[in-house]
């Protein structure tokens, strides 16, 4: 059994191992069993939010290429990550562990790509529903644009930061240089909690904006009401990753290293990373997954709405629009304005196109 902490003394004429602890494997095993089903999850809400955008017509926007490049970086950073999360206690060589060194730290900026691609794709989702006329929602979009700001200018700043740390910059990973002039480890852990603050503002601002504008203020049934706050409430699951992480980096103590278990904790980091964005792709994706859900719960005889409630939600939905819904919802002046009033919120349908109800006897307006 190998102890954690510190590499035991090794006799002179021997190599450097560096040991992998019980505690480390342990935590890699967790990881894989975490993110395994979480990548599976969000791949499924992934392919249900591009289906309902390609069928019956081409409607992929701006937001969707970026959810799309989001979650291919957060694969590649999970891939990454995979040379460190180690499954059993192990002795690796000195080259071993400074490649696995070196792949978790490119990560970093893999890291930083996939959130700013998937914090500006919700971000430009919500501008689109948000209607700039509406009372209710146009003090939400400075919010939104403040948010796209301030994750560029995180992205921009970490960049800089991750590739002049070191001089040489093979150092940040090889420790053999005694020449290298690199930051102090301290600027490494205000920089990371700093970074992990931004994370967790943006991820609440994000989750709560369409709950708090809108979905709160539509006369929705209650089980209904329920299942989309649910579903647009999910990104604080990603807050809660976040936050999660700065709590593990938060124990490091760089005076006394010594007394740590770093590749446990190196371990325990990779899971916290990795199951924030796949949480944060599954939250961005899943109002697609509310017609499916609907449509299963229908067969088992639960309603989560009627077609007279759609209706009222549709004067609803034109008012916190900018709209008016006076007129008669059954004759062609009020039901054209209702018909022409623009999408408040994402839709299963997306982007606001007609649907046919269950009845199948009329059109309306998809409703969140």
């Known amino acids: 059994m190998v102890n954690s902490g510190s590499p035991p003394p090794f006799p002179n004429d021997e190599p450097l191992m560096i040991p ?17 089903p979480l990548l599976m999850v969000a791949l499924i809400a992934f392919s249900c939010r591009f ?82 006329v509406s009372y209710t929602t146009r003090w939400w979009r400075p919010l939104l644009f403040v948010i796209i700001a301030v994750q560029l200018l995180f992205f921009a700043a970490n960049m800089v930061y991750n590739f002049s740390k070191c001089r040489p910059l093979v150092s940040a990973w090889d420790f053999s240089n005694p ?62 990753a976040s936050l999660a992480k700065a709590v593990v980096v938060a124990q490091w103590d760089p005076e006394k290293p010594q007394e740590l278990d770093l590749w446990a904790m190196a371990v325990s980091i990779a899971t916290w990373t990795v199951a924030e964005q796949f949480i944060a792709v599954f939250g961005a994706c899943s109002p697609s997954l509310k017609r499916p859900i609907e449509r299963m719960l229908g067969r088992y005889g639960i309603q989560l709405s009627s077609s007279k409630t759609q209706v009222r939600d549709i004067a ?44 199948g006897a009329e059109k309306t307006v998809s409703g969140v």
Request: aromatic share 8%; proline share 7%.
């Open 20 to 36: 992998v602890s019980d505690r480390a494997a342990y935590l890699a095993r967790v990881h894989y069993g975490v993110m395994g």
């Open 51 to 132: 289906y309902v955008r390609v069928r019956p017509v081409w409607r992929v926007g701006w937001d969707d290429w970026l959810i799309a490049l989001g979650f291919l970086w957060s694969i590649a950073d999970f891939a990454m990550l995979s040379f460190e999360t180690l499954p059993t206690p192990r002795l690796l060589s000195l080259e071993t562990a400074t490649e696995a060194v070196k792949l978790a730290y490119l990560a970093i900026p893999v890291w930083v790509i996939a959130m700013t691609c998937i914090k500006i794709s919700v971000s430009l989702t919500l501008l689109e529903r948000f209607h700039p």
């Open 316 to 359: 609803q939905i034109e008012n916190l629009g900018g709209g008016s819904s006076s007129g008669d919802l059954n004759g062609e002046p009020g039901w054209d304005r209702i018909r022409r009033a623009p999408p408040v919120m994402f839709t299963p349908t997306e982007r606001g196109d007609s649907a046919e109800d269950e009845s």
């Open 179 to 240: 020449s290298a002039i690199c930051y102090p480890e301290r600027t490494d852990f205000i920089f990371s909690i700093t970074g992990s603050v931004i994370n967790v503002m943006t991820d609440v601002a994000l989750s709560l904006s369409p709950l708090l504008a809108v979905l709160l203020r539509l006369p929705r049934p209650p089980l209904e009401r329920l299942l989309v706050c649910c579903l647009t409430g999910i990104g604080l699951l990603a807050s809660s």
